[in-house]
């Protein structure tokens, strides 16, 4: 099978991703072997190609937003089928025995393994993953506006609830990436107010064409204080701006894996109040199911830009530049 192999991290325009053939791979207990249909791009993938992310191993197949067909199943399978159509996401694994496991908070085992970092991801042909942490999906969408929900839609999800925004509440999004771009439409549908804060013209545009109230670069502009905001770009600068304009109660939600330095905080300016500093990390399989259902029923679709799996470097590269329109999408097959 072809893949795109991480050999050395690198920075994106080195083009660190080589194209390989390798060996088919097999399935092991309780794991299932998927074509790949396609997998879309995330900043995580940016951030272990790069380097940001401390490699898990070497060589590597990033990707982990895939929507692909399950192919062969491996001892002990059980609750999958030969040509079911399915989706991996960033959550590989857990132990299911330790105390955040059994406590409904298995986004904080410390024992997870993630796909595209500790296993091999999407960029390939095929892929094998762990049954019981992968998503049946409706066969009647195209793969393609599936895949950016995997991750870019659960941890935008995830970050939703992390930032606690009350029934017809205001939410401030910061940056308008792949995730806030899915986040907007489901804010919109449970009925809340949404700003969009972006340095750049081309997201405000999409922001505004989704259905934002207010779309701009300036926090000044604001046109209120906002009960939740959440930060998706990944810049530690921005949390002291975007404290000021939470309303008394209100919550930030840091949604990124990888944050620059976060400067001095002060305690009257930015946290009094009761306003929240939260971060956001990984996800349960309960956010996945219920962000697949709640974006299935309002009808979200994915902006999408598409490329060849033999473009990996390209897309990555994009997405670095801040190029891409909603969700860089490789089509595999
Ligand atoms: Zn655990
Ligand atoms: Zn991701």
């Known amino acids: 099978m072809q893949a795109q192999?991480?050999?050395?991290?690198?920075?994106?325009e080195a083009a660190p991703l080589v194209e390989q053939t390798l060996p088919q791979p097999t399935p092991g207990p309780g794991q299932v072997r998927l074509q790949v249909l396609c997998c879309a791009v995330c900043r995580t993938d940016l951030h272990v190609v790069e380097g940001d992310l401390s490699p898990k191993r070497l060589p590597l197949v990033p990707g982990h937003q895939v929507v692909g067909v399950v192919e062969a199943l491996g001892p002990g399978c059980r609750r999958l089928r030969p040509?079911?159509?399915?989706?991996?996401?960033?959550?590989?694994?857990?132990?299911?025995?330790?105390?955040?496991?059994?406590?409904?908070?298995?986004?904080?085992?410390?024992?997870?393994?993630?796909?595209?970092?500790?296993?091999?991801?999407?960029?390939a042909e095929q892929m094998v993953a762990y049954e019981e942490f992968l998503y049946p999906l409706p066969e009647d969408h195209p793969p393609e506006w599936i895949a950016p929900l995997l991750?870019?839609?659960?941890?935008?999800?995830?970050?939703?609830?992390?930032?606690?925004?009350?029934?017809?509440?205001?939410?401030?999004?910061?940056?308008?990436?792949?995730?806030?771009?899915?986040?907007?439409?489901?804010?919109?549908?449970?009925?809340?107010?949404?700003?969009?804060?972006?340095?750049?013209?081309?997201h405000q545009h999409l922001?505004?064409?989704?259905?934002?109230?207010?779309a701009g670069a300036d926090p000044a502009g604001l046109p209120w204080l906002a009960d939740g905001a959440i930060l998706f770009a990944p810049a530690g600068h921005l949390v002291p701006p975007v404290l000021e304009h939470l309303a008394p109660g209100?919550?930030?939600?840091?949604?990124?894996?990888?944050?620059?330095?976060?400067?001095?905080?002060?305690?009257?300016?930015?946290?009094?109040?009761?306003?929240?500093?939260?971060?956001?990390?990984?996800?349960?399989?309960a956010d996945g199911?219920?962000?697949?259902?709640?974006?299935?029923?309002?009808?979200?679709?994915?902006?999408?830009?598409?490329?060849?799996?033999?473009?990996?470097?390209?897309?990555?590269?994009?997405?670095?530049?801040g190029q891409i329109q909603g969700t860089a999408v490789l089509k595999v097959a």
């Open 289 to 321: 199911r219920h962000l697949l259902q709640e974006a299935l029923a309002a009808g979200v679709r994915p902006q999408v830009q598409l490329f060849s799996l033999a473009q990996a470097n390209q897309a990555l590269l994009a997405l670095k530049r």
């Open 83 to 123: 040509g079911q159509r399915v989706g991996a996401a960033w959550l590989a694994r857990t132990c299911g025995r330790c105390r955040y496991c059994t406590s409904g908070r298995e986004n904080l085992c410390p024992h997870s393994l993630y796909t595209g970092y500790d296993l091999d991801g999407g960029y």
């Open 151 to 202: 991750c870019a839609g659960i941890i935008g999800y995830r970050s939703l609830e992390r930032a606690r925004v009350p029934a017809r509440g205001r939410l401030l999004l910061v940056g308008f990436g792949s995730s806030a771009h899915l986040v907007l439409p489901l804010a919109k549908a449970r009925g809340l107010q949404v700003a969009v804060l972006s340095r750049t013209p081309e």
């Open 5 to 12: 192999v991480l050999l050395q991290q690198a920075p994106a």
């Open 250 to 285: 209100g919550t930030l939600a840091v949604a990124g894996i990888h944050l620059s330095p976060i400067p001095e905080l002060d305690y009257q300016r930015h946290l009094y109040w009761e306003r929240d500093l939260r971060s956001v990390t990984s996800n349960t399989r």
């Open 207 to 214: 922001a505004r064409q989704l259905g934002a109230d207010w």
